[in-house]
């Protein structure tokens, strides 16, 4: 048997690969095969790439990467080539800031991020400042999975703008299912103690208590984000209760470890998340050597037909992982497009071309509201089984899949625009 030392250290190097790769991209730095020319934008990924979150953060930006290039030539018909170039921002919201100066200082003037809606808001205020002092050159954000509803509330900003639904949203759809489609009423809630997880807490209680037909939340906890080992006594709590099923807003490494304790408690609640689908979950939940009953609201599932469904397989065959984040699809068409009609030297003129854009996204037709930014669009209520002759595509390469067992349109899960948008 090799020493550990020696076991480990191809891992190791590969990792030394990937960050010294990352940072000569975040650098501003042509890696080999990019292109430079007067066609190229760049957009600056801003999102973790090291610490407890760093899986999820490394495949969002693979699959930005990923989906730039393969819709530079198919879906572009301005004829610019995007790239993206991750920044690591450690999961931090001052780490953030110091990213976006760099990639301010770069002349990158769209920016992306997803991973936590406490990041969103500092990079939203932090661009507000900067387009305020320094107009000829303003910056944008186009935020793919922060889901606190009040950056298009009372937060939102004109130089903002969401791609994928908020959590008013999609739990507008979960409750709805939960109360017309299932005998469940007693409900247990289990989240992160930060903004999204908070949010999933009011906004379920909020929509349960407007649906009028019994569903009950019998146990509510705020647990702190990525530092707990064992969920354990959480979920020894959630049984206690007498609940029936259990929803959560957790994610990344929370949501493996809570899963493993449900395993080792034997708890067979069903379980409705808003992250199943991430990386890892999946393989996670057939090692357990049982049917867990699982489900996920979102905006696509695994058997995703037409042009996403052919590179979400293009993309397993190529980083032998899932291509989770459906609504980059979506952002980068919307920038094309946007970018066909006013060019690309203004992000004033970006945003105002954007704000109130019909176009067709990966799963049909959506709207970027003008009122408040935030991209109206239909919602999935998928069911974790084994794959079948209709669902074919398994999750992170097993047996398994998340399959669509309802839909809601647009319309369905909209919810009303209250933003005092400053318009430029």
């Known amino acids: 048997m090799q020493p550990a030392s020696a076991r480990t250290e191809p891992e190791s190097a590969g990792r030394r690969r990937w960050l010294a790769a990352a940072a000569l991209g975040a650098a501003g730095v042509a890696l080999p095969g990019c292109v430079r020319s007067a066609d190229v934008v760049r957009l600056a990924y801003i999102d ?22 393969r819709l530079n030539e198919q879906e572009n018909p301005a004829g610019l080539r995007f790239e993206v170039a991750g920044f690591d ?9 110091h990213a976006l100066r760099a990639a301010i200082d770069q002349g990158f003037r769209v920016v992306l991020q997803g991973n936590g809606s406490g990041v969103a808001a500092t990079l939203v205020a932090a661009i507000e400042r900067h387009n305020e002092r320094f107009p000829q050159r303003d910056v944008l954000l186009l935020n793919y999975a922060a889901m606190d509803p009040a ?23 979960l409750v709805t299912f ?3 489609d299932t005998p469940w009423r007693r409900v247990a809630l289990l989240n992160q103690n930060y903004a999204h ?18 569903l009950r939340v019998v146990s509510d906890q705020l647990h702190p984000a990525f530092i707990l080992r064992d969920f354990a006594p959480w979920v020894r709590q959630l049984r206690d209760s007498g609940a029936q099923v259990l929803v959560t807003g957790n994610w990344g490494v929370d949501l493996r470890r809570l899963f ?10 069903p379980v409705f998340g808003y992250y199943t689908h991430l990386p890892g979950i999946a393989s996670r939940l057939v090692a357990y050597g ?8 979102g905006s696509s599932h695994t058997n995703q037909p037409g042009r996403l469904g052919l590179l979400m397989e293009a993309f397993a065959r190529q980083h032998e992982e899932d291509l989770v984040v459906s609504s980059a699809y979506d952002g980068l068409v919307m920038l094309a497009r946007a970018m066909a009609r006013v060019g690309r030297s203004s992000a004033t003129d ?11 996204g990966f799963d049909g037709p959506v709207v970027l509201r003008s009122a408040d930014h935030q991209l109206q669009k239909g919602l999935y209520i998928n069911r974790w089984q084994r794959t079948d002759a209709v669902h074919p595509r398994g999750a992170d390469g097993t047996d398994h899949t998340f399959a669509p067992v309802r839909h809601f349109d647009g319309v369905a899960v909209s919810q009303p625009a209250q933003c005092g948008m400053v318009r430029r």
């Open 48 to 69: 973790p790439l090291s610490g407890p979150a760093a899986d999820v953060g490394r495949n969002g930006l693979r699959t930005w990467q990923f989906l730039a290039a």
């Open 89 to 97: 921002n450690k999961g931090s919201p001052q780490e953030s800031l």
């Open 151 to 173: 950056l298009t509330r009372e937060r939102c900003s004109f130089w903002h703008f969401r791609i994928d639904a908020d959590t008013a949203m999609k739990t507008q759809a």
């Open 178 to 180: 939960l109360a017309q």
């Open 197 to 214: 997880g908070q949010q999933v807490s009011s906004w379920f209680r909020r929509k349960a208590e407007e649906t009028g037909d019994g």
């Open 260 to 269: 493993d304790s449900l395993e080792a408690e034997g708890i067979d609640l």
């Open 290 to 297: 049982r049917p867990m009953p699982v489900f996920q609201v």
């Open 350 to 360: 970006l945003a105002r071309e954007m704000s109130g854009m019909q176009f067709d």
